[in-house]
């Protein structure tokens, strides 16, 4: 197929694209504008079908361009490597994360972040849905479009050092102990990513020590 008779279908692919990402600003500047009590009393219809459909309309316009979605780490990668890596590593550190924070009162105070998240298993329920959604969007940035897309350019690891740099700097007002181990996790996440081939692995472990963070900072806090 030559590339004139790709034309329509890869403009398809833009419209979509664009449709999808309109929604979700009108879906984010609604959560901050005078609409939130609105999301509040009815989080499906107004939070969570809108983000599903915002993702579908995405991907689907993203299938339609032509987007190659492993290139920027996105799929199941080398599932075989990193597996039973993965399997090991949240083994490990998911134990280490809910001991870390019954022992450094900074992360027990700091987290859950929300308020509601802080006294109702609903509010914490709802509080890390909404942190899933944030945290994609955070992998890929890191872990994807800036790992994979330097690390192409040949320079391995100036690709590691150039996602795990800012994401260090972005944790400047997070507990100090998180601050300090953000730059080596970072490099490490940077390296497993790249020989997963995938950054999806490592969504799923980050996602996993937040949230076992905030839940044992919950149960302390409430005195469970």
Known sequence: MCSSDLAPVAWAGHFVGLVGAGLMVA?????????????????????????????????VGLKLAKFDFASWGVGLGDWRWWLPHHGVLLTAVLPLAALTTTMVKALSDFYPVDKEARVSLDGFAWSHFGLALDMLGWEF?????????????GDTLMAIFVQAFPFFVLHHNKP???LLSSFPGGILAGWFCLRARSFLPLYVI???MITVVGFTAFVMRNGW
Do not use: I, Q
Not at 28 to 55: H, I, S
Not at 141 to 153: C, E, V
């Open 176 to 178: 100090h102990v998180e």
């Open 27 to 59: 879906l984010v500047a609604g959560r901050f504008g005078d609409t939130v009590e609105r999301y509040k009393a009815a989080p499906l219809e107004t939070f969570v079908l809108p983000a599903v459909v915002a993702a579908v309309l995405a991907f």
């Open 206 to 208: 980050h996602l996993s």
């Open 141 to 153: 940035l890191f872990r994807g479009f800036l790992l994979f897309g330097m690390s192409r350019r």
